[in-house]
């Protein structure tokens, strides 16, 4: 089974604060995503990643940064949190061309 | 822009058949996907149509019209574990997908 594991399920930090969120998953999956979700908004890709040491912008990617050293990790960063960027954080994977993105349990974040 | 419309709750009662439409807009298109969520939990791939017409998976069907920007999701012999949301995804290139708002279905006995 694939697992795509994240840091945390639920992260409270304060405004200003740099924020690290860790997806991990275990199928030697070259393509990784950061989505937030948000009631109303459905999911909105932040960034994704197709190889190690690359990253590309999604559709939202202001106040975000990510890094990408190993394949199996792809972490999301908030370089300075702010209360709007309180949300649920779900990282997925998948490998070449295949349909299916697979989905970690999510980290719901608030800044305070 | 880019934007996908569907309903944002549809009601169904066991038994029953449900189907849930999607609307899109985008600036690429290779492929319509369904996911469903349920409350607290990870969102989990259901299919994909590339080529317009029927993909028949168990209970669960979609459907694709390319040239009328549309899909749909059919859930057949309704069970209240299908009570969740469901969510249409565009593939706009390269697997990077844009989601619709999600649908909640709602399942009474």
């Known amino acids: 089974d694939v697992k795509v594991t994240q840091s945390s399920r639920y992260l409270v930090k304060r405004t200003g604060e740099k924020v690290f969120l860790e997806c991990v998953q275990d199928m030697d999956h070259e393509n990784m995503f950061w989505y937030r979700q948000d009631p109303g908004l459905g999911l909105r890709l932040i960034y994704f990643?197709?190889?190690?040491?690359?990253?590309e912008k999604g559709d939202i990617p202001e106040g975000y940064s990510v890094s990408r050293e190993k394949k199996e990790r792809f972490s999301l960063i908030l370089e300075s949190a702010s209360t709007n960027q309180t949300s649920m954080y779900l990282c997925a994977s998948t490998f070449g061309n295949y349909n299916e993105q697979f989905f970690g349990p999510g980290t719901r974040l608030t800044v305070l | 822009g880019q934007s996908l419309e569907q309903p944002s709750e549809v009601t169904a009662v066991e038994g029953a058949i449900v189907q849930i439409n999607c609307t899109y807009q985008t600036s690429g298109f290779y492929g319509l996907s369904w996911y469903q969520q349920h409350d607290g939990g990870a969102p989990t791939f259901l299919s994909y149509n590339a080529l317009d017409g029927l993909e028949e998976t168990g209970r669960f069907s979609s459907f694709l019209s390319r040239s009328d920007s549309y899909g749909y999701l059919l859930l057949q012999e309704l069970q209240m574990k299908d009570s969740a949301s469901y969510f249409c995804?565009?593939?706009?290139?390269?697997?990077?997908?844009?989601f619709g708002t999600g649908t909640r279905l709602l399942v009474s006995p």
């Open positions: 995804a565009v593939n706009t290139g390269f697997q990077k997908l844009v």
């Open positions: 990643s197709y190889d190690v040491k690359m990253k």
